[in-house]
């Protein structure tokens, strides 16, 4: 288990800070490298400045299995425009020096770090980096194990995930073995902004919740302030989203205005209600 890692701990702590002003944390996205490396260092600092508890850094893939259309569509600008393993590292290494306070979590898949090892080398890179933790989207607990060892060895929180598919008994284990926090994907299917929640979700994040000891965000399909609001009344310890923001950067990916202005309501909307 990585959670009482050095990274584990920035990010319960930043979660922590988060309940302590009476709101759920905000999870934050951006893509390394969409649509070039300077501009999605401009839109990660904007996301820091203007909201993020956490940083998600997307590091783009060939194959992004998790992934619905718009993080397909900037992954693959992103790897059109020049972007590499390495040049997402040094990606991280730049935030991290800029914005020290908020932890950085990079998404991969387990090809990307591991592939047919233990990940230590990637591991180590991440945490020289700077990044508290690490979410390997296609990565289970059943074959983490190595993994997770090298990433406890350099600090480096692994974070897990769970669905409405997870049945309820493996949910509880999957969380006893993430770090930071436990990323509940609110919805079966891949990433992508959704006009509405499921119905199911708040059930979904209590359930979730009684058998987590560690922090939960929810993502996928969080693509607005109300969707926010609404799982922080839900009891979600934090809110991921994700695809909203590539959305809201325009087709050249370089809306910035519009991102900021984004960030903006989806941080107003994490409040979470007196009542809950």
Do not use: W
Request: with cysteine.
């Amino acid at each position: 288990m990585t959670n009482d890692t050095a990274g584990g701990q920035r990010i319960a702590a930043a979660f922590e800070s988060a309940r302590r002003d009476g709101r759920a944390a905000l999870v934050l996205y951006v893509v390394a490298g969409y649509p070039d490396l300077e501009m999605s260092y401009t839109a990660a600092l904007a996301c820091i400045d203007d909201g993020a508890d956490v940083l998600e850094i997307g590091l783009p893939y060939s194959d992004p299995l998790a992934d619905g259309a718009t993080m397909q569509r900037a992954s693959s600008a992103a790897l059109k425009a020049g972007a590499t393993f390495a040049r997402s590292i040094e990606l991280v290494r730049r935030i991290a020096e800029s914005r020290p306070r908020v932890p950085l979590v990079p998404m991969c898949y387990a090809n990307q770090v591991i592939g047919g090892g233990d990940g230590r080398a990637a591991a180590k890179r991440l945490a020289d980096a700077g990044a508290a933790g690490v979410i390997v989207a296609d990565l289970t607990p059943d074959e983490g194990a190595p993994f997770e060892a090298v990433a406890r060895e350099v600090g480096l929180a692994v974070v897990y995930l769970v669905a409405p598919t997870t049945p309820r008994e493996r949910r509880a284990t999957i969380a006893a073995r993430s770090g930071g926090f436990l990323y509940c994907v609110s919805l079966v299917g891949v990433t992508g902004a959704r006009t509405n929640l499921s119905a199911d979700v708040a059930r979904l994040v209590r359930e979730v919740r009684a058998v987590s000891p560690v922090p939960v965000g929810v993502g996928f399909g969080v693509s607005r302030p109300a969707h926010v609001r609404a799982l922080a009344k839900a009891g979600a310890d934090g809110v991921v989203v994700a695809s909203a923001l590539v959305d809201a950067l325009g087709s050249d990916g370089r809306n910035l205005t519009a991102l900021r202005s984004l960030v903006v309501d989806l941080r107003a909307a994490t409040a979470v209600p007196s009542s809950r």
